[in-house]
């Protein structure tokens, strides 16, 4: 089954306590994006990778990382959480059709 | 001002009636344009996609493009309560990588 896979779905931490949110597919999709959603404010690109190794901002990256090592994997990493980083964080990937993206199940993340 | 915007609803419709979900773009340039469907707790799927003006039938669901107007909608005929979902329009900017814009979504309710 085609899928986009994340864990953990729900995530209690403290501030600044590293976290890494894991994302995986199997669709062979060359395109990553990582996405938070929030009320009022929708969804907001936070990285997005091309390729293995080619990465690049998205609207929001401010205190988040990515690596993109292998084709199937793209983690979100918050180095040191804050409050404001409460969401729900969805991975996606896509293939050649540029707006047909597969979103994961979502990450639903507290930060205190 | 705010690249895709949409009306946050509810969009209340008994069923069986014609919901009428509206987008609109400020990017002249945008060539792409998509509708997602979030159930309550899940995350986005792709339902419809239209990239030249005019309208685009698929089951139930119409798509209509007016580039002229930056505007765009969504037709959902014969409305189930299993229709009800916040739907996300999504911009496709030319000149980007890899980047959808999405508004912040409508809710629709369609009533017994």
């Known amino acids: 089954e085609a899928q986009v896979t994340q864990n953990p779905r729900y995530l209690i931490t403290v501030t600044g306590k590293k976290l890494t949110v894991t994302c995986s597919q199997n669709m062979n999709h060359e395109y990553m994006s990582w996405y938070r959603q929030d009320p009022g404010l929708g969804l907001r690109q936070i990285y997005y990778s091309m390729n293995v190794e080619v990465t690049d901002k998205g609207d929001v990256p401010e205190g988040y990382k990515v690596s993109r090592k292998e084709k199937r994997n793209f983690p979100l990493i918050l180095e040191s959480p804050s409050p404001n980083q409460t969401s729900l964080y969805f991975c996606?990937?896509?293939?050649?059709?540029?707006?047909?993206?597969?979103f994961g199940p979502g990450t639903r993340l507290t930060v205190t | 001002q705010k690249e895709v915007e949409q009306n946050s609803g509810p969009l209340s419709v008994p069923e069986g009636a014609i919901a009428s979900l509206n987008c609109t773009y400020s990017d002249r340039v945008s060539q792409s344009f998509f509708w997602y469907r979030q159930y309550s707790g899940k995350s986005p799927e792709l339902i419809m996609s239209i990239y030249s003006n005019g309208d685009k039938e698929d089951g139930r669901f119409t798509a209509q493009l007016n580039k002229a107007s930056q505007y765009v909608s969504l037709l959902i005929r014969d409305s189930q309560p299993s229709d009800s979902a916040t739907y996300l329009c999504?911009?496709?900017?030319?000149?980007?990588?890899?980047?959808?814009?999405f508004g912040t979504g409508t809710r629709l309710q369609v009533t017994l």
């Open positions: 996606a990937s896509r293939g050649t059709a540029v707006g047909e993206q597969y």
């Open positions: 999504a911009v496709w900017m030319a000149g980007t990588a890899s980047k959808l814009t």
